[in-house]
């Protein structure tokens, strides 16, 4: 199974951000900072993969530029502009669920559990 080809893994992000509650809350600016950082980066992956192929390879991560490369060039990072981050947390949280590992719904983790508005104003702000 590929999760950036495979349908329905395909569909949805593949990784997500977590943050304490009350971190988030004391410093949001700090918050949105790390965020728009990240994204940023992701952004970087997309048009200058071979770049951030020779910092991989530079910072010791991997010895192979080519597999750093390929694998920059093969993951759908651009589509992060794209998928529904409410629905990919429904979709892995009823897995969880469906699996036994979590007793909570999608719904009671969507309402108790995330916040997309620093998510959302940078998704405007970095328009792409």
Known sequence: MNSAIDRPWSQYFCCTLAGNKEFIRRNPVATKRMLRAILKAIDLCITQPERVAQQIVGAGFTPRYD?????????????????DAEDTVRFYSLRLREAGFIRAT??????????WRFFNELKRELKG
Do not use: S, V
């Not at 597999?67 to 998928?83: N, S």
């Not at 999608?106 to 916040?115: E, Q, Y």
């Open 106 to 115: 999608p719904n009671n983790i969507l309402a108790d559990g995330t916040d």
């Open 67 to 83: 597999y750093a490369l390929q694998t920059l060039k093969e993951l759908p990072y651009a589509k992060w502009r794209d998928y």
